[in-house]
């Protein structure tokens, strides 16, 4: 029988009785969605290795695969393998949800550890509904109706390596987009900050500055450690992280290799 274990005080939670290798039943992957929504992110621990093509079916019990818009590694096919034994300077390791410079960002992601070093690679997690919860009542209050830009283009600056080429990217597949900076989750309905370091640019409608000293703000505020869970990898670990309702960092202190293989989820089209 599956049972959910609580983690963190903030969010996170250890899930046992499953097997992921297996195709999961109905009631199964209902008790997982209700497990997401409830715990935010989930570790499914020391797990059988999970082949992309099973990795790949087990996503799509929760929505469709998501092509990865930089096609720096796996020719663009939906399964990543993130290979990296010096991860300093990777744009994981700030708090961020994933791709929001879409119409419709990814509900969440699907990530298993293949390779781990000796000691460090850890995987930290925000929740943004209790970093919501934490800010005065004033503050909750003057963001409610403000709207922010994300964008692709900035995080393409920032992977183009100095005097390189600029990484290939068509902007206009992926123009920015425009998100509430405080949204209800669309299960749940509980308030969350919707607003991250890699892909939001600027809150509509205000002076520059003052959109930027607002974010500053928000991105510390969202790295509290009260709203965080931490996450030590075992081999065989999978992760199910809720992309509204968290941020993630991966932590960049190892020197050795580190495998994970990840699947990011988009919503179900109708």
């Not at 983690?7 to 097997?19: Q, S, Y």
């Not at 039943?25 to 969605?33: D, G, K, N, S």
């Not at 096919?77 to 949800?97: I, K, M, W, Y």
């Not at 505020?221 to 809720?242: A, C, S």
Request: net charge neutral.
């Amino acid at each position: 029988m599956m049972r959910f274990e609580q983690h963190g005080a903030a969010l996170g939670a250890d899930v046992f009785g499953i097997d992921l290798a297996e195709a999961l039943t109905p009631r199964q992957v209902q008790q997982i969605r209700r497990g997401l929504n409830r715990h935010q992110v989930l570790f499914f621990r020391e797990q059988t290795i999970l082949t992309k093509a099973q990795q790949l079916a087990l996503a799509r019990n929760f929505g469709e695969p998501e092509p990865p818009p930089f096609h720096i590694q796996g020719g663009g096919e939906p399964v990543l393998d993130l290979d990296q034994t010096d991860p300093r300077g990777s744009q994981a390791a700030n708090f961020h949800s994933d791709n929001t410079f879409r119409a419709e960002p990814p509900i969440g992601a699907l990530l298993q550890a293949h390779v781990l070093p000796m000691r460090g690679g850890d995987t930290c997690f925000a929740s943004t509904h209790a970093a919501f919860d934490g800010l005065s009542k004033g503050m909750q209050r003057y963001l409610e109706g403000l709207e922010a830009w994300h964008a692709l283009e900035q995080m393409a600056a920032r992977l183009s390596r100095p005097g390189g080429p600029p990484l290939a990217l068509d902007a206009s597949l992926y123009p920015p987009h425009k998100h509430p900076v405080v949204a209800r989750h669309p299960f749940t309905g509980r308030k969350l900050l919707n607003v991250n370091y890699n892909w939001t640019t600027h809150i509509d409608g205000i002076p520059t500055a003052e959109s930027a000293a607002i974010l500053d703000f928000l991105y510390a505020h969202i790295r509290r450690p009260e709203y965080q869970v931490r996450l030590k990898w075992n081999v065989g670990d999978m992760t199910f992280w809720d992309n509204r309702a968290t941020q993630h960092y991966a932590v960049p202190d190892y020197r050795e290799r580190r495998v994970m293989q990840r699947v990011s989820i988009l919503p179900r089209s109708h």
